[in-house]
């Protein structure tokens, strides 16, 4: 058998569908494991063939130019790349390090004769056409169906019919109920709540977390995105939309289906989600995010978090000590460290080198700040440093008047003219850091923090000191 010790496998899908009903990715990894790659040898792709950001697609290259390769096997042509201008380019990194190309089904291209050039861009401009050509049939059906009001597909509360939907009637799980009447009890709670997660708790407290029936229109959405784009489907309301994720595209039209909830209902929805125009989960922010550095590899640690009793855990870890799949370990810190340990860690830092900051603020005289604008961010700061609830609709209505005043001002460069005052309370003011966010905190770090290294130390001969976590930040200033 061919020595494949310095060889790749590379095979790509266009889409997230191809890979989980076509599991078109899966039986190109077994034919590539088949022809005796290791699956640390496959890197693969879930893109199109004409995207040159491809993950998977840049690591082969990336491992061409470092010239760890010699020959790169993949299921056919178009896996590899459907870009004429794009294979030029890789062809020339294959070519200067004298990479072979090969094909499971048999062949390759040698790119050092004048015929294997010639064949190589006849492939090219071949998988390019077909590119082309699928997305002018893709762009025509749109068209097509947008013309005669045909709906793609039924979401929650409704059935195909045909070439539209018409409302689920059928039982829904060991319930009296049918899917439409749930779908507009989902409504109801949101319309009464006017908070998505709010709303998903309680409903998978009355019907359950697991989801009903295997595809998506048999039950409602258990996660805030999915709930919020189920809520903003005008499919609900008796409509039909096209190009929902494109906003130069997207059109919503009339349908002669029937709805289940009323256009009226549905503006409501629209008018409440507007509120929130990122319909995301407040996630906790890691502060320190790109900012901690493995001692042992230099990796930049990431974070991970875990809920025990309806406590949330924060911690780092080296990405080199727990590699992904087909990536090799680089690292054996498998150490989980404290998240806030390393922010009390900076935090202590940064309070260290107080006077360091005042005094290296450099002088702004490019704008000038309005004077209420200060004022109004002292005493929302000295508010805040009280810690008594009873102030919290006072800080509201002061932040909020706050936000006017920096949108009045039409200053685009508030934030900017503002940092050195922000910087001087951070260094002057004693109570901040007991009230600051971990939003404002991101931007702290990120201003004056270098890196924070996370190292253990390790137990000594006689076993009386336990391994402990350490944190070393290192400023910018």
Known sequence: ???????????????????????????????????????????????????????GYNQVLELVRKQKVDKIIVPCFDRFTRSALGWEVARQELQKFGVELIFLDGGSLDLETPEGLFTSRILAAMSAQVRDKNRYNAIQGHRYFQQKRKIYQAVFGFIKNGDSVIPNTKQYSNTDKTHADVARECVEMFLESGELSKTIRRLTEIYGLERVGKYKYEDFPRDVSSFRRWLENPQLCGMICYYPFDSEKKVILESNHQGIISITQHRQIIQILSIHPCGRRRYVTNPLVGLCKCEKCGSTMEKRSTKVNGKIYEHLKCPGAYPKPRQSKKCDVRTYFRLQGAIDAAIGALKNKAESIVNHMPVENTEEVPPEILELQQQILKLKQLNDSDFDSTIKIKEQKLESLIKNSELNVVADASRNEILRSIAMSEGFWEIVT????????????????????????????????????????
């Open 1 to 55: 058998m061919n020595d494949l010790s310095r060889a790749l496998g590379y095979c790509r899908v266009s889409t997230q569908r191809q890979h989980t009903e076509g599991h078109g990715l899966e039986r190109y990894i077994e034919r590539l494991k088949q022809y005796g790659l290791s699956e640390e040898q496959i890197h693969w792709d879930i893109e199109s063939g004409a995207s040159d950001k491809r993950q």
């Open 438 to 477: 971990r939003e404002e905190l991101t931007a702290i770090f990120h201003e004056l923090v270098e890196e924070v290294v996370c190292s253990v130390e390790e137990p000594d001969s006689t076993g009386i000191t336990s391994q402990s976590q350490l944190f070393k930040p290192r400023l910018k200033i």
